[in-house]
């Protein structure tokens, strides 16, 4: 528009010019009698010549002697000003029009504009499954436009449409067609559940029962379960939403639940599916669908919180279980981790950052008819850390960096039915039933060290997240085994266990328990007004550390007392050489209530 607006100016001054340059030549002509050139002036109306009426021609002769004069004619400049001026107005009133019908288009193109601008905002919402408001707000006009501008010749990112393009065909096929719940987002942790029709038996609701009764208070608070009803049978979808809804009205009225399903535009013709691994089609049907089921659940839960798990709906959970997978996450000494698994068994238990949900999905779409999750898990870490040009056992140690394995499971998988019409399976995941003392407690999140040398890849980062023991070489006197805290706290008590059932004899000897307290003066004041002595009776070390135990057949255990307030750090001090590798296989710190 300012290009177009300054042309017109340009245009208007250019024929102001020339009408004035005309109207002063035609002046200049007029009054020397030099007609003008080349252009010849409209014929005037002609003028007769008569005498005064009632006069003749003596007695004009005789009045005064004068001859007869003619009436006067116009000048020609004078027509030829008048004819540009004419053609000045026409050619005014033309650009006048010229210029609305300008504004009246630029006003057009800036309504299409706004149309765009709010079809493209709505398309983005539509990946958090509320904008099935966009196409029907526009008008065939303005969704042609927005057609037209789309496909200009621009390159262009894939997108979902570009693996399943037959959801094109339908602007609600990624809206849930049903949605209960209040929305929830913002919270540390989403479950996904996908959950599809059994034929002998459903698990759904004992599994929420089983998933909503280990919840604390504040982890409600902290959490999302959304529960995906993968089918397209409407009447069957109502029937199970009711049912959740008359045995779970608190849940769903607090936002921890949600429950959703599918549209029935979302899945493809799974008549076209080709068989693959020597799988009959039924089974490469359900495996697919299987997929675009996890896909689904996993776009939904994208935005609502900062971990996604997966789970399914056939299984049980430990206590404590949400705490100690977001424990376990955030101490993590790295966040390249990819995969932290809290069951061994398919899909179940498995924990992903809620930023790398794009790439699996994307990953899954583009392959999402050849092979099943489990196989196309794997494949994304081999694609991300593999080298082609290491052996397996290579692959194998990157891969481990990337998918984190925690120990005992937290999920135990107890449906016997599977989803898979006709199929029995009686999978039990073994680590499940395994009580190890205190092995499912979480520690405090603290910075370990230690002056020993690691064997192998047994840290003691891994002991202490309880993903494996701690293996080191010989120890000597002087070498320590630190845990300093975060963040000071207190605690109630402590245990260790030395040597494991493969090697009994590497264990601890003659090795203290020593803890630093906190330089707090306010402790020191407290204690005094308790009747407590502030000069604490246990012996000191020349760095403040006070002993507090010492390991006794390759164990330590024992109470903190309270009176040494907020620990900075805890500390294994061995003492003499010892004879034997040390296995560090269990450490326990529980902090006080």
């Known amino acids: 528009m300012r290009l177009r607006n300054g042309a017109f100016l340009t245009l208007l001054l250019f024929c102001l010019c020339a009408f004035l340059s005309l109207s002063w030549y035609a002046a200049l002509s007029g009054q020397k009698g030099e007609p003008l050139p080349r252009r010849r002036p409209p014929r005037a109306p ?46 005014r009133d033309r650009l006048h029009a010229a210029e609305q019908e300008s504004l009246k288009r630029s006003k057009e193109l800036n309504l299409v504009l706004d149309e765009i601008k709010r079809a493209v905002s709505e398309r983005q919402a539509l990946r958090d499954g509320d904008s099935n408001r966009t196409w029907g707000r526009l008008t065939e006009d303005p969704r042609l436009k927005l057609w037209n501008v789309s496909h200009k010749h621009v390159l262009h990112l894939p997108t979902v449409f570009h693996h399943l393009p037959h959801l094109l065909a339908k602007e609600s096929s990624l809206q849930p067609a049903v949605r209960v719940g209040q929305g929830r987002t913002g919270v540390s942790v989403v479950m996904g559940i996908p959950s ?21 208070p504040q982890e409600k608070e902290d959490s999302v379960i959304v529960v995906l009803i993968a089918e397209t049978d409407p009447h069957y979808t109502s029937l199970v939403t009711e049912n959740i809804k008359a045995l779970f009205p608190t849940e769903i009225h607090s936002g921890l639940l949600e429950v959703i399903s599918p549209s029935p535009h979302f899945y493809p013709d799974f008549s076209r599916l080709r068989e693959s691994f020597g799988d009959p089609k039924e089974r490469v049907r359900w495996r697919t669908k299987q997929n675009l089921d996890y896909c689904f659940l996993m776009m939904y839960a994208q935005s609502k919180g900062i971990y996604y798990v997966q789970l399914e709906d056939d299984i049980i959970a430990k206590p404590n279980y949400l705490s100690t997978m977001k424990n376990f996450a955030l101490q993590q000494p790295s966040e390249d981790w990819m995969i932290l698994e809290f069951s061994q068994l398919g899909f179940i238990g498995k924990m992903f950052k809620s930023l790398d949900l794009s790439i699996i999905v994307e990953f899954i779409l583009m392959f999402y008819r050849d092979k099943p999750i489990d196989w196309l898990l794997d494949h994304i870490l ?23 394995r925690f ?16 199929k029995i399976q009686k999978l039990k995941d073994k680590d499940f039933g395994k009580q190890a003392l205190r092995k499912e407690h979480v520690n405090p999140p ?53 040597g494991n ?17 906190f330089d707090n003066p306010q402790s020191d004041k407290e204690a005094l007004q308790e009747g407590r002595s502030a000069t604490l009776q246990y012996p000191r070390s020349s760095d403040g550390y006070l002993q507090i135990g010492s390991f006794y057949k390759g164990v330590a255990q024992g109470e903190v007392d ?14 003499t050489d010892s004879p034997v590798w040390v296995i560090l296989s269990e450490i326990f710190l529980k902090k006080a209530d």
């Not at 593999?386 to 056992?393: G, L, R, S, T, V």
């Not at 309270?562 to 003492?575: D, M, N, V, Y």
């Open 46 to 91: 002609s003028h007769t010549w008569a005498p005064a009426a009632g006069t003749g021609s003596g007695a004009a002769a005789a009045e005064g002697g004068r001859k007869p004069t003619r009436a006067p004619l116009p000048r020609p400049g004078g027509d030829v000003v008048d004819v540009y001026q004419r053609e000045f107005l026409a050619l």
């Open 196 to 216: 599809v029709r059994r034929e002998v038996h459903s698990y759904l609701t004992d599994t929420l029962h089983s998933l909503i009764s280990e919840l604390s």
């Open 382 to 404: 081999w694609v991300k850390v593999c080298n082609p040009e290491k052996d397996a056992k290579h692959c194998d140690r990157q891969k481990a960096n990337l998918r984190i």
């Open 407 to 422: 120990k005992p499971s937290l999920f135990q998988h107890v449906g016997t039915h599977s989803s898979l019409a006709g």
């Open 446 to 498: 603290a910075e370990v060290s230690t002056s020993l040398k690691t064997y192998q890849h047994f840290t003691l980062e891994k002991a202490y997240l309880r993903e494996d023991f701690f293996w080191a070489f010989t120890p000597a006197a002087g070498d320590f085994i630190r845990f300093r805290f975060f963040q000071p706290l207190r605690l109630e008590r402590f245990f260790f266990r030395s």
């Open 501 to 517: 059932i493969e090697h009994p004899e590497d264990k601890l000897f003659n090795t203290s328990v020593e803890v630093l307290p």
């Open 562 to 575: 309270p009176a040494f307030g907020p620990l900075e750090a805890l500390r294994l001090s061995i003492q």
